[in-house]
């Protein structure tokens, strides 16, 4: 239940973000986000650690800030797999993967349990 809806969640932040930043579209509206939501989620937890893996030299290196990168490059994967959803080039998929980012711990925030009895 908690996975349905943190989907539902994240495809709320990428409608708000298509909205208002100028390089994103989404062309079929909250069907397309949902889907770039989930492909989001896939691509993540599979692509993400191997591209970390290859990467790692240059994380280190940059003391970790290679990860925006690397979260610049996962939203244009999912652009490229994502038919109604469009970014136009890396530096809008890597302002629209920090304010997701953002976007996304906020709204999670209101998932969490309280662990009082």
């Known amino acids: 239940m908690k996975l349905i809806l943190r ?3 994240t495809a709320i932040a990428v409608v708000v973000l298509a909205e208002f930043l100028p390089g994103i579209t989404l ?5 397309s986000a949902i889907i770039v939501a989930i492909v ?7 692509v993400k650690p191997l591209l970390i893996f290859f990467t790692l030299p240059a994380t ?16 244009l994967l999912a652009g490229y797999f994502v038919d109604g959803f ?12 920090l304010l997701l980012s ?16």
């Open 60 to 75: 280190i290196v940059t003391l970790g800030l290679f990860l925006l990168v690397i979260n610049a490059v996962i939203i």
């Open 86 to 97: 469009t970014v136009s080039g890396f530096w809008t998929a890597l302002l629209f993967s």
């Open 40 to 46: 989001l989620g896939i691509l993540r937890v599979t």
């Open 102 to 117: 953002i976007f996304q711990s906020i709204l999670y925030s209101f998932l969490k349990e309280s662990k009082e009895k």
């Open 27 to 31: 062309t079929e509206g909250y069907k």
């Open 7 to 9: 989907i539902l969640l």
